[in-house]
């Protein structure tokens, strides 16, 4: 829409300069307000788009923690290994996960 906007107001603003008398104030009225619609909403998206970066790196910090939840039946790997697999003797820890709780809670720390 504001782009629609700018189109037109500078559509209009082409149409003044180029009558008889060029010396309205229409034209150059139609420029600032193309210049102002376009700054405002450049201001618009940079605000928006900050908010919605913080929002999310706000929501990666407060839901970090995985966790893995097994089914009464299962035994502690859920997964079956064919011979050809090798066995992994621990698993790879982001950063933000404690280790040490991971390990007490799972059945990697057995």
Known sequence: MAFASTWLCTVGAFHFFTRDNP???EG???LLLTFILLTVYSI?????????FSIWMQ?????AQVSLILEPDQKCSPLKKSKEESAVSSPVFPPFIDRQIFEEKSCFGK
């Open 28 to 30: 150059s009225g139609l």
């Open 23 to 25: 010396g309205n104030l």
């Open 59 to 63: 929501y990666r910090m407060n839901n």
């Open 44 to 52: 618009w998206c940079l605000f928006a788009i900050r908010y919605h």
